[in-house]
């Protein structure tokens, strides 16, 4: 078990010390956790987590939709908890992305959620280009952290996870999209939007055989993320990623070899991230990796050891160690 | 040309107002440029370069031939100048990488001069697999500054080139090799082992038919790199790079074909670097590029124009604003 331990910038295994939460007497905050098919939103206070809901994204309707859908849920788990939304110091969003900046706020720009993005042939039932996010939240709560979720998740993961005392790391989830969030040298990336991170649309392979939402033909979401493997392998039996995953596990001989075509290309975008930012570690999140752990692990290993040997030799991949957590510490850590 | 002007964080074109040297009255200094096909050293002053001469890299003999041929080319450079060795205040040394940390003392590492790193098969007339470097320096000059030569020439170019007053910024060169140095939220990637920027290693292509001398298969050095265009395309004619180029730019139709695919597989690396770290410029020097800009600039910018535009859009490629002299200029800024 990782979840227990992390290795030092030295490659030393550490005890994993923290346990996330708000500080002593801290004022409960609320968590959002927005992702191409589901949001959550808990409420946190000093003692741990008071409520917990979550539901499908919305992908039907005007473009407030989805702020709309997060102050529901804001109040609803609020109401689980028995606190008025008047009782919240802040809300944190941990939310894929892009974002872009409109009028000074951030909106989202999300090809799992925004259909406007790659058009009619992608099969969202919408036709958003961005969603209005930061202005509205704002428009209620007078503090609000909005950040991509894998770099609030590297944040979590950096102080209560896997990645504690690694300088330079990153957080991949393997969901619903394919995110990414990288440190340096001991600081968390950003850009010049704040959209260091994106690595999830690297192109590694010449396969221009699948649309991604951005618009993209073959990058690395189209060809792995879990809603690309129900559209690319629907038709030779597996409706969704979760019956693929199952039949390779249960070894079925075509499914395992799919599974190892996408574990070579989703493990060489994680090793061009460790030659291009000369990594230590990386952690590894979301539904379809926590979910088949031990089938992807070894395999996504693998496209990294004995590659350019003087960058990749002793990096490890781990698992998060916030496990499936990872989403809501997420939040948390944006206002914690 | 771009190399009077340079774009601002917010995307406006300044005048270029820095002369690169040394301070006035500053003691000289030696500037050495290590690259996979020849070595050069200048001698600068307070007045401007004192005097260069170059050499090509030695690449047989015992594995310290590589330090001894830059000492004595220092020892030649000075007395070109007119100077005792003793004069120098400072050596510095911009270097193909990656580096390796022995004994507390940086090795080269460098898949285009060891060629025990990749084996017989690429054909290099030695068996090195690294190169003392830093500590035979040492033995002789108290001040000694090596940094990747990407990693120089990208100091090089923020200070008076293509990028200044740039945040989030790449500097790449298209030569013997293909090395990157990378600047995100104003500061230099370094890494775990200051080795960040070796994205010349990344894969973008499944093309698995040519070998790098780092001792992978088909990554972008081994599909595009000078050395490369010789050992894939000579028996389609092609003997090297600069006939290759030479017949594209005269209108060949199987050597612009060649060069439409180069230019796709290193235009793929650049969009993978803007979207993993959301730059805003590229400024690309190097002997293949520098010679053939207008051929080259305008298909790999084709690569980023249109994809994930909210990370794309605005993002230009940039020749290099200290032209071929960049390479002067790294190692320059590097004990200026």
Redesign the interface.
């Known amino acids: 078990m990782t979840s227990a331990s992390a290795i030092s ?1 030295a490659g030393k295994l550490q005890p994993q010390a923290v346990r996330p939460g708000l500080a002593p007497g801290a004022a409960p905050v609320a968590g959002v956790d927005i992702g191409g098919t589901k949001i959550a939103v808990s409420i946190f206070d000093a003692a741990g987590t008071k409520s917990r809901i979550t539901e499908l994204t919305v992908k039907e309707g005007t473009s407030d939709a989805l702020s709309q859908q997060v102050l529901r849920l804001i109040d609803t788990s609020c109401a689980e908890a028995g606190l008025p939304r008047s009782a919240l110091a802040a809300v944190g969003v941990a939310s894929c992305g ?3 900046l409109r009028s000074g706020r951030l909106e989202l ?1 999300a090809p799992n959620i925004c259909g406007g993005m790659a058009g009619p042939a992608r099969g969202l039932p919408n036709d958003w280009l961005s969603l209005p996010l930061e202005a509205p939240l704002r428009a209620v709560f007078s503090s609000v952290r909005i950040e991509n979720d894998c770099v609030a998740a590297l944040e979590a993961e950096r102080r209560w996870g896997a990645l504690q005392g690694v ?2 790391c990153a957080y991949v989830t393997w969901s619903t999209g394919i995110g ?1 969030g ?1 440190c ?2 001991g ?1 968390v ?11 999830g ?7 221009d055989d699948a649309l991604c939402g ?3 033909t073959g990058d690395v979401e189209a060809l792995v993320a879990g809603n690309a493997i129900a559209r690319r392998f629907a038709s030779q039996g597996y409706a969704d990623a979760a019956t693929l995953l199952i039949a390779a596990t249960e070894g079925n001989t075509r499914a395992v070899a799919i599974i190892d075509e996408l574990c070579r290309v989703l493990g ?1 975008a994680l ?3 460790v ?6 570690a990386i952690s590894l999140g979301g539904s379809v990796f926590c979910n088949n752990r031990d089938l992807l692990l070894p395999r996504l290993q693998a496209q990294l050891d004995g ?2 040997a ?2 990749t030799e002793g990096v490890k991949l781990l698992p998060a160690g916030l496990g499936e957590k990872v989403g809501d510490y997420a939040a948390l850590a944006l206002v914690s």
């Open positions: 910038s892009p974002f872009a720009v300088d330079n990414m990288l340096v040298d600081r990336l950003r850009g010049k939007h704040g959209n260091a991170g994106h690595a649309h690297m192109f590694v392979s010449d396969n951005c618009g993209n060489r090793y061009n991230l030659i291009t930012l000369d990594l230590q590659k350019l003087s960058l």
